[in-house]
């Protein structure tokens, strides 16, 4: 199962359209961890079918927060802000627990990053428009293949993002 996840496009609908254009075909479900600046019926932003609430969004129709299973893996998702994201991932982990998440995607710092801890994957994709660290625009596709899982990084262009990316062994 794949799952393609992005954060922090901040207003800027070029990376988006490209990125779903470019993998609509391969992905089981697409993320967006918010700061879209969207509204949230706005065209693009139905091929997220999980999508949230950023401090920049202004929509509130966004949910804050969005926990669901596809493909049989618990996902969930949001910005990242009102669980403390930029200082450590503590009241994230507490949350991910509570939904028995496998996956909890994220943003708000701009930085791509990527945890795995007691099976639970902690991503955040980066930023597609306005990247901290590194300063490169990503986003990041999530697969699960028998006892592993492996995130790609991708920069805005399709190009993995080596350096970035990683692979981790499941637990029994």
């Known amino acids: 199962m794949k799952v393609l996840v992005v954060s922090d496009n901040h207003s800027s609908s070029e990376e988006l359209e490209n ?37 920049c969004d202004f ?13 049989g893996k618990n996902i969930f998702a949001t910005h990242g802000h009102l669980y403390g ?34 099976n639970i994957l902690f991503l955040n994709p980066g930023s597609i428009s306005l990247p901290r660290k590194p300063r490169i625009k990503t986003y990041a596709i999530v697969e699960w293949i028998e006892d592993r899982v492996h995130v790609v990084f991708y920069d805005d262009n399709g190009e993995p993002v080596e350096d970035l990316s990683k692979s981790f062994e499941l637990e029994s």
Request: hydrophobic share 35%; proline share 2%; net charge negative.
């Open 19 to 55: 990125l779903v254009i470019r993998h609509k075909d391969e992905v089981e479900c697409m993320v967006h961890c918010g700061d879209s600046e969207f509204d949230f019926d706005e065209t693009i932003m139905n091929s997220f079918p999980l999508r949230v609430r950023g401090n």
């Open 59 to 71: 929509d509130t129709r966004y949910p804050e927060d969005v926990s669901e299973t596809v493909g």
């Open 85 to 118: 994201v930029k200082l450590n991932l503590m009241n994230l982990a507490y949350r991910a627990e509570e939904n028995q998440a496998n996956l909890v995607c994220f943003g708000h710092s701009h930085e791509a990053t990527v945890h795995f801890e007691a």
